[in-house]
Each structure stands twice: as structure tokens, then as C-alpha cells.
């Protein structure tokens, strides 16, 4: 993977990424919901997520993908945490890494334009896994709270 | 600066590119719920991206991408689509584009690879956003199939007063 060297940059800034990350879920007004969670579980999962980034990018598999967000949407509904909150929340998740990647200097160069561009695309799938696994849990709990 | 002329290749061909997606929506599992669509319907929402990308991606504000995409979830939830393969059918949306994209890519020059790396950026930002609404919209439309209550209304209130995406 061209990217790699990028992947390891962010896993290596995992502990500020998820801080930053962290802070950005408690004062957005479009993840409000999550003041819900407690400090400390949201914290250790934005932690998860950039820590084993390159697993999760490369070698877990779409069943694996599928039972840890089936898992978060149905505890965040569990949670009473509003499903649009847990979208976002996923959304800014990615967009952080990419704002990392322009603070780092990284963003635009020469040098970097074919790993950016593989990076992206395997961002973007993974992501865009995650809230369909999640938003599929969500919805499952809310329809065995209701019955 | 976007590569524009990826972005009018796109709308040039989106009739083709609208044909192949619908073959894809068809035929994916995680998209099953969309057989509820009109296929009239399905091949509109379709075209209506592809044909006007530069427009979405470009020109469009920010309301104009909440108005559009929380009407179209609005439509899902009435349809009975499950909010799942709603989701899905727009990722498929991105997905069929940068696979396209991707090939592309091989053909470019360094220049135009930025270009392409910012076209990636300014789609990937454009479908959060519309799955963002679409959801909300989504939302909306499954709560005023229920009767209301104060608390459905207060959590009404609470969306209409997010900020747009």
C-alpha cells in the first residue's frame, strides 16, 4: 500500500487525534447527543479507530467491520443517543484525519499525491461501511426496544 | 482547483453512468429495499447527480444540499425503504464514481492528479453531507407517520435547529 507511511503517521498521533477528536464530538452542536456517552468510552473508541488504523484499513474483514459497528450503533441507541448524532460523529471521525494530514503538511505535495489519493478511497470505504453497519444496529435495537 | 474536465466527462456521460448504477443497485444486497422506488424515479435521482456534479460539487450551497436530500429521505421513509439500503444506495452513488475515477487516474499527469485528489475530497465531503440530511430527512418522515407528541415535537424543534451540513 502506497499510503502506508501516511497510515502510520496518523497511528503514530493516535493520542492527539483522539483528543482532538474528542473535543470536536463534545462542542459540535450536530453530535450534542453524544454528552451521553461518558468521557471516557468516546475517548477509547476514537482511540481505537486511528491506534489500529492499518488493521482496520487492511486486514479486518467486512464481518469484523460489521460486528464491532452493528455493536456501537446498538449500544448508542441503547444510549438514547440520536442516530443523525452517530453519523456525524463517524463523518467528523474521517474528517479529522484529513484535517491532521493538512496541519501535517502532508495534504497537496509532489510526493504524497498517489498515497493521498489511495488513502482517501480507502478511508472513504471503510467509513462509509462503518455507518451502514452502524446505522443497521442502530435500527435493529430501536425495533427489539419497540416490539 | 477540481479537475473540471473529469467533472464534465461525468455529466457528459451520466446517462451511461446512471444505467450501470441502477444494474448495481439492483443487484446489491445491502440495497434490496430500493426495489420499493419507481424505477422512473431511481433512474431521476441518478441523473440528477451525475448530470449536475460541477453544480452539486461547486455551486450548490449548503441549503440547497440540506433542502434536496432531507426531501428525498422524507420520500424513503414513506416508500418503506429501510433507512439501511437508503444509506447504501448513496454510497453505491460515490463509490461508482471513484471507481471510475480511480481508472482515470492511470491516464493522468501530475498536475491533473491533484486536481483528481481534490475532485475525490469535494465528493466525499458532498456525499456526507447528503447522507448526513438524507437521514434527517429520513427521520422526519418516519416521525410524522406516528401520531406526534411533545416529545416528538421537542425533538423536531432540536433538528430544524442544527446548523445546516
Redesign the interface.
Known amino acids: 500500500m502506497i499510503a502506508l507511511r501516511l497510515v502510520h503517521l496518523i497511528e503514530h498521533h493516535s493520542d492527539e487525534l483522539a483528543e482532538t477528536l474528542t473535543h470536536r464530538l463534545l462542542s459540535s ?2 453530535t450534542c447527543g453524544l454528552r451521553k456517552v461518558p468521557t471516557a468510552e468516546l475517548h477509547q473508541r476514537c482511540h481505537d479507530v486511528y491506534r489500529h488504523l492499518s488493521d482496520w484499513l487492511l486486514t479486518k474483514t467486512e464481518s469484523e467491520i460489521q460486528e464491532t459497528f452493528a455493536a456501537l450503533g446498538e449500544r448508542r441507541a441503547s444510549q438514547r443517543v ?3 448524532d452517530l ?2 460523529a463517524l ?1 467528523l471521525t ?2 479529522n484525519l ?1 484535517d491532521f494530514l493538512v496541519r501535517e503538511g502532508v495534504h ?1 505535495s ?1 510526493e504524497s ?2 498515497g ?2 489511495e488513502l ?2 480507502s478511508l ?2 471503510f467509513f ?1 461501511r462503518a ?2 453497519h452502524a ?2 444496529g442502530y ?1 435493529h435495537a430501536t425495533l427489539l426496544t419497540a416490539a | 482547483m477540481i479537475s473540471l474536465r473529469l467533472v464534465r466527462l461525468i455529466e457528459t456521460e451520466a446517462a451511461a453512468f446512471s444505467d450501470s448504477l441502477r444494474q448495481k443497485l439492483h443487484t446489491s444486497q ?1 440495497a434490496q429495499g430500493l426495489g420499493k422506488v419507481p424505477e422512473r424515479e431511481l433512474h431521476d435521482r441518478c441523473l440528477e447527480i451525475y448530470s449536475n456534479l460541477g453544480d452539486w460539487l461547486l455551486h450548490k450551497s449548503s441549503i440547497d444540499v440540506k433542502n434536496r436530500f432531507q426531501d428525498i429521505g422524507v420520500l424513503r421513509a414513506r416508500q418503506n425503504v ?3 439500503d437508503v ?2 444506495g448513496l ?1 453505491l452513488t ?2 461508482h464514481l ?1 471507481a471510475f475515477l ?1 481508472r482515470q ?1 492511470f491516464l493522468l499527469g ?1 498536475v491533473e ?2 486536481g ?2 481534490e475532485l ?2 469535494l465528493l ?1 465531503h458532498f456525499f ?1 453531507r447528503a ?2 440530511n438524507q ?2 430527512g429520513y ?1 422526519h418522515g418516519r416521525e410524522s407517520a406516528v401520531p406526534s407528541t411533545s416529545d416528538a415535537g421537542k ?1 423536531q424543534r432540536r ?1 430544524e435547529a ?2 445546516t ?1
Open positions: 452542536e450536530r440520536p442516530l443523525v453519523t456525524w463523518m474521517k474528517e484529513l497537496g509532489v499525491v498517489y493521498e489519493l482517501l478511497r472513504g470505504q462509509d455507518i451502514y446505522t443497521a435500527e | 445491502s429501510p433507512l439501511g444509506i447504501w454510497f460515490k463509490e471513484w480511480e487516474g501530475a492528479l491533484h483528481e485528489l475525490l475530497r466525499d456526507d447522507t448526513y437521514t434527517i427521520d425533538t433538528k442544527r446548523a451540513a
